[in-house]
């Protein structure tokens, strides 16, 4: 059959509220125009994020009765470290509450002041989180994915000569590691692919460098190389992420992405001596080695959770819904980042909005637009939260993992395709409120009535 459909039945709901325009403009004024600041009742399609907000499957919840809460030598975490090893082939497996959790611990045992961490695109927390070493987060993205436009099959690779070019400047006493991060989130959840990943091996073990992938969507990656690299259409998705790990030295990973999981993340290495040192930082903040500031429950949970991201009915359903959703748009015009990603569809605000200046920030006003016309939570990717560093003005859409059905999506478009129909009477936005760092969060705004003339 043609017709790819949700591979699961609903057992469990939860209703989501209508609200009518007139209290999504007095919830939008009050929130100063920020949607981080609207309640999530007030909310009908929350596409914020896809972190943290799978809907969990009837075996992780029977598996979470199974938690062992002991605090030492805990069942749940043995049970745990056996589905990581088997899928990752590290030999030490250190859980943390979440993903920046294991970045903090990694970064504080690997960099020092002056050194540099070279990466496909840093993830914010990543870059933070490196930077508050006294390290600098180098970005060095494949050149071919500036082109918005062009639709490619690994936006996400690293490029390769200019981080020889680096290691060169640097020395390689320099740069502590090398890490790729599967999908590329910062850079629009496009893939690597297993070639690049293989030709960064190569280039980091002449230095003697360790790799590390930041492997939060390493499930979606597997798959897209399966479509799309030549020579792995047989191979199994566990079989290609397998392969994939088998390249690196060691990972982070967000279990609130490909875990399956509402918490939760894990540090690998193969490494004795640093594991070691983890260990005790881990201790020190985040709990002991075998629950790491996790219950036993939630362990359970990402131990289930990471089997059921690798089953081919559920990767092809989330890779073709997500896709679906940026087809359906840019058929109708609406310019988004090519090609759609696996985890969200970014719009151009730019684009989008013309007649907004970047100083008054397109990507906000067509995320607040969104929420006006159909109560759908997005978040600006641009101006807002970079300043003057943005690139773009991009909203991002994510995906959460098996929670919306088709007809929110179909309902997602609808939406999207009235604002695109009045988009010229959007107006810019101004800021009223700003915090001193990640103003994104707190900032408050107000519309600027007057629409920018022509010149
Ligand atoms: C690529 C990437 N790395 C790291 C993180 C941080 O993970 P967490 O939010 O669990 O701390 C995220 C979260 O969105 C991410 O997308």
Redesign the pocket.
């Known amino acids: 059959m043609k017709t790819i459909i949700e591979p699961f039945r609903i057992k469990s709901v939860e209703p989501i509220r209508q609200t009518t325009p007139e209290e999504r403009e007095q919830f939008l004024q009050e929130a100063g125009y920020n949607l981080f600041l609207i309640e999530a009742k007030n909310i009908l399609i929350d596409l914020l994020?896809d972190?943290?907000t799978s809907a969990m499957s009837t075996e992780q919840w029977a598996a979470m009765m199974r938690g062992d809460e002991s605090y030492a030598g805990s069942e749940s975490f043995y049970r745990m470290e056996r589905v990581v090893r088997n899928l990752t082939g590290f030999k030490h497996v250190i859980p943390t509450h979440?993903?920046?959790?294991a970045?903090r611990i990694l970064f504080t045992v690997l960099c020092r002041k002056g050194q540099v961490v070279p990466n496909n695109t840093h993830?914010d927390?990543?870059r933070a989180n490196i930077e508050f070493t006294g390290a600098r987060a180098v970005d060095l993205l494949t050149p071919e994915a500036a082109d918005t436009q062009a639709r490619l099959d690994f936006k996400g690779n690293m490029d390769v000569q200019a981080l020889e070019r680096l290691i060169e400047t640097e020395g390689a006493e320099n740069v502590p590691l090398v890490m790729i991060?599967v999908t590329d989130?910062?850079g629009g959840g496009q893939p690597v692919s297993m070639e690049n990943i293989a030709t960064v091996k190569k280039v980091v073990a002449r230095h003697g460098i360790p790799l590390y992938l930041?492997a939060?969507?390493f499930a979606e990656n597997a798959w897209f190389i399966a479509q799309r690299e030549p020579g792995y259409a047989n191979w199994t998705p566990k079989q290609i992420a397998q392969k994939m790990f088998s390249y690196a030295d060691g990972c982070?990973f967000?279990a609130?992405?490909d875990g399956m999981a509402n918490i939760g993340?894990f540090l690998c290495t193969n490494d004795d001596t640093l594991a070691q040192q983890e260990k005790d930082l881990l201790i020190l903040t985040e709990g002991y080695p075998t629950y790491g500031g996790l219950a036993g429950r939630d362990l359970e949970a990402i131990a289930v959770g990471l089997e059921e991201a690798l089953d081919e009915d559920y990767l092809r359903y989330r890779i073709v819904s997500t896709a679906y959703l940026g087809q359906h748009i840019s058929d109708a015009g609406v310019p988004i980042v090519q090609p759609p990603g696996g985890h969200a569809i970014y719009l151009d605000a730019r684009a989008f909005l013309p007649h907004i200046p970047a100083d008054q920030f397109p990507g906000v006003a067509l995320a607040a637009e969104l929420y006006l016309q159909g109560g759908i939570r997005s978040v600006e990717i641009g101006t807002l939260m970079f300043a003057g560093a943005a690139q773009m003005d991009l909203v991002r859409l994510a995906i959460p993992r098996r929670v919306y059905t088709q007809s929110h999506i179909d309902y997602v478009v609808e939406v999207i395709l009235e604002v695109w129909k009045h988009r010229e009477q959007i107006p810019g936005l101004r800021l009223t409120y700003e915090a001193p760092f990640l103003r994104h969060f707190t900032a408050h705004l107000e519309p600027v009535r007057v629409v920018a003339t022509r010149s």
């Open positions: 994020t972190s943290g979440q993903g920046r959790a970045e993830f927390t990543t991060t989130n910062s930041d939060c969507r982070t967000s609130k992405k993340g």
